[in-house]
């Protein structure tokens, strides 16, 4: 299969994992970097021997290159995503989708006018972790799922992020950085939700960069901090699920548990892509681990991406799609409508693609 030309926008933290892990990639070859500035592009091509450097709009304009990586900040995301399509171009950004709705809304309709392809983070639920539960699940170990809980308990990411301020603003907050992965994983495994209740606030306002250059900075909270609630799945499940950037003495709570008729499901972190998953059968009093499906590693970000342009040659669906980032962010934006208006948030979109596996 002809290796499709890429080029990556946004060379902050993220990029470099992305870019390690897609120099072995055979479906995708990375041609370009682009960054707003110049030099933090030219420094990652250097590093990973990559011929090209490039502003944003010079690596849109450039004919060769089929497909964009966008790894901008949340609020950049459906801006380039857009610019990308608009330039005839498959794009794949990080996660979240979109700020807003209305802007996730327009970047499907775009690329569905345009012919082009659009995927989205977070791909770990491809990883051996989550396709282990999705495999256990499908073959009834655990009867029909009826409920779960998910838990992201964290004490801000201030602590070791040289630049959190947009951790902070809208688009950030506990929900739209570590949600993606929860909700994501959740969908993989449940189906589609269907509706969400929720509180939320922001439950410690005072905070300061702890670490790097700016350390001892302002933070400015723009956005909910602790956010709890249910949600309701196509199949009946119902979930708990609390994300938290204000647990500052840790929790012991389980990631994400699968609760069915005939048994339960601990799932591995996320947030990674192994992980073990342990099973408890109705009558038994011990967890014992699921054989992995395949063996996978712990960060293998881009995971997704092979697979889209996988699905782009051989004309079929792929699964870390625009369809079920959307789906995903309605409901990030359920959980603070429902907690603003005090009641139940109905979800209108559906997760799309979920047939097909890696195991």
Known sequence: MERMKAGLVGCGNISEIYLENLQSSPVVEIVACADMVIEKAQARASQFNI????????????????????????????????????????????????????????????????????????????????????????????????????????????????????????????????????????????????????????QIPDRHVASGPKEGTPLRVQTPTHLAGTIDFENSAIVTMVTSFDIKGGSQLPRIEIYGTEGTLDIPDPNFFDGDVRIRRAGSEEFEIVPPVFEGTRNERGKGLNEMVTAIRNNQPHRASGELAYHVLEAMHAFQRSSLEGKHVIIKSRAGYRQGNSY
């Open 51 to 202: 011929a090209n450097a490039f502003t944003p709009e010079e690596l849109f304009a450039q004919e060769d290159i089929e497909l964009i990586i966008n790894l901008t900040i949340p609020a950049a995301h459906a801006a380039v995503n857009l610019a990308a399509l608009a330039a005839g171009k498959h794009v794949y950004a990080e996660k979240p989708f979109a700020v807003s709705l209305e802007d996730g809304q327009r970047t499907l309709l775009r690329a569905k006018e345009v012919g082009r392809r659009v995927g989205s983070a977070p791909d770990t639920f491809l990883g051996s972790g989550i396709e282990t539960a999705r495999k256990a699940i499908d073959d009834g170990l655990i009867g029909r799922p009826i409920a779960a809980s998910a838990f992201m308990m964290s004490g801000g990411p201030e602590s070791w992020h040289p630049d959190p301020e947009f951790f902070y603003a809208p688009g950030g907050g506990p929900m739209f950085d570590m949600g993606p992965y929860y909700l994501t994983a959740l969908t993989s495994l449940l189906g589609s939700m269907t509706r969400i209740s929720s509180s939320a606030g922001i």
